[in-house]
């Protein structure tokens, strides 16, 4: 049961453009949603993450935006770079429960110059 | 502070081997996880503890044992390897639950023809 969607699976962005990177999640009890950023060979690392009493968060080119009636919610990158190529997840999280993430798919992100 | 490390880095095994993955921060992370990661399906939680002595199944727990005798160390241990256990297996620490940032190992990449 896959109950974090994730789009799209992979995605090409010129540099200097806006990656765009969309979830939606079924579970009404997750209240705490993180982005995780992975580089090849390597673990996921947290990027940034928000819980739904805000519709955006912002931390430098990065900025989640919320949408809790419509249960989902996106990672936006603005200026894209090269270095930002990596695989990117979005997951999610009911509070109560140990923090266990279910994760979405993934998407390949690869800057172009 | 070495953080979350994982041995070994590639294991083949034939099928009905068993083997153990070994995982141990540094951190004093209360809670540890184990996910194993199929390309195009994001991470999946196979087992997780909120403490020493305390464990509890995950989404995909089947095939898997742990055990949490120390606060440091989380190994997961596969008997009677199968082909649907070639994955790539993840191992994440936290200092609480809830919207606690999950630091991931490097990973095991494990093959069982």
């Not at chain 1, 579970?27 to 519709?55: E, H, M």
């Not at chain 1, 997951?91 to 390949?108: N, V």
Request: aromatic share 12%.
């Amino acid at each position: 049961q896959q109950q974090v969607k994730q789009s799209p699976q992979s995605l090409i962005v010129q540099k200097g453009g806006i990656s765009i990177i969309n979830c939606a999640y079924e579970n009404t009890a997750f209240d705490y949603f993180p982005w995780y950023q992975q580089f090849p060979g390597k673990g996921p690392a947290l990027l940034i993450a928000i819980r739904p009493d805000v519709s955006e968060k912002k931390e430098g080119r990065f900025t989640i935006s919320f949408n809790k009636s419509a249960k989902q919610f996106s990672l936006h990158i603005m200026d894209s770079q090269p270095g930002d190529s990596a695989t990117y997840f979005c997951a999610a999280s009911d509070t109560g429960t140990a923090s266990k993430l279910t994760f979405g798919t993934g998407t390949r992100l690869q800057v172009t110059l | 502070n070495a953080g979350v490390t994982q041995t070994p880095k590639f294991r083949i095994l034939k099928i009905g081997q068993s083997m153990t993955l070994q995982c141990t921060q540094d951190m004093n992370h209360n809670y540890m996880y184990w996910y194993r990661q199929d390309p195009g399906m994001g991470l999946k939680l196979i087992y997780y503890s909120v403490g020493a002595g305390i464990t509890d199944k995950g989404e995909v727990p089947n095939g898997y044992n742990v055990s949490r005798s120390t606060t440091e160390d989380f190994p997961l241990r596969l008997e009677l390897a199968a082909p649907s256990q070639t994955s790539v297996y993840f191992c994440a620490s936290s200092s609480r639950g809830g919207t606690g940032e999950q630091y991931f190992g490097p990973g095991t990449r494990l093959t069982v023809t």
